[in-house]
T-cell receptor
Framework: DTGVSQDPRHKITKRGQNVTFRCDPISEHNRLYWYRQTLGQGPEFLTYFQNEAQLEKSRLLSDRFSAERPKGSFSTLEIQRTEQGDSAMYLC????????????FGPGTRLTVT | GQNIDQPTEMTATEGAIVQINCTYQTSGFNGLFWYQQHAGEAPTFLSYNVLDGLEEKGRFSSFLSRSKGYSYLLLKELQMKDSASYLCAVRAPQAGTALIFGKGTTLSVSS
């Protein structure tokens, strides 16, 4: 257990539905990242927050994706009008910065779109 | 462009030593990370290199050559529990502080 939690752990939804995932980072970490991982691939960066500010977004993050971190603590990732291609593991990571900036990952939310 | 290459799969036996290579081509470089990921679990941090040379941490060591765009992870005294995917990741300035991951190397350790 890294101290980063994600909810839910699994989500099955029908194409076209909206889904929302939550990430609770390690409490003193001010930087939070979302990644997406598909089978046989490494995690791919989606977006990054420093405190409540969303500072970076990957071109992978289409208009159907939105992320928030309203009080600089937990974060949510919403996918609207889900597509089968959205099926993946969604990972959240946090870091406090410093010299190494090692990222601590949560257990992930596995999304299956049917 | 950005490219990180690792072998897809490797096999080894308990007690042996295995070296997992990683080559990278990124626009800029700000550190290389190795993560371990067991099936269905989150990646966990193993090592970090930003300067050339070898970093040793118990049974695991990681090496970096920035001029060659090359790193390796060395695992000694292999145990069955080391069976996992090993992810090489680079932090490059154009990606801010986010990590660019390779596809991972699946290591299978047999008795």
């Amino acid at each position: 257990d890294t101290g980063v939690s994600q909810d839910p752990r699994h989500k099955i939804t029908k194409r076209g539905q909206n889904v929302t995932f939550r990430c609770d980072p390690i409490s003193e970490h001010n930087r939070l990242y979302w990644y997406r991982q598909t089978l046989g691939q490494g995690p791919e960066f989606l977006t990054y927050f420093q405190n409540e500010a969303q500072l970076e977004k990957s071109r992978l993050l289409s208009d159907r994706f939105s992320a928030e971190r309203p009080k600089g603590s937990f974060s949510t990732l919403e996918i609207q009008r889900t597509e089968q291609g959205d099926s993946a593991m969604y990972l959240c990571a946090s870091t406090s910065g410093g010299t190494v900036y090692e990222q601590y990952f949560g257990p992930g939310t596995r999304l299956t779109v049917t | 462009g950005q490219n990180i290459d690792q072998p897809t799969e490797m096999t080894a036996t308990e007690g042996a030593i295995v070296q997992i290579n990683c080559t990278y081509q990124t626009s800029g470089f700000n550190g290389l990370f190795w993560y371990q990921q067991h099936a269905g679990e989150a990646p966990t941090f193993l090592s970090y290199n930003v300067l050339d040379g070898l970093e040793e941490k118990g049974r695991f060591s990681s090496f970096l050559s920035r001029s060659k765009g090359y790193s390796y992870l060395l695992l000694k005294e292999l145990q069955m529990k080391d069976s996992a995917s090993y992810l090489c990741a680079v932090r490059a300035p154009q990606a801010g502080t986010a990590l660019i991951f390779g596809k991972g190397t699946t290591l299978s350790v047999s008795s």
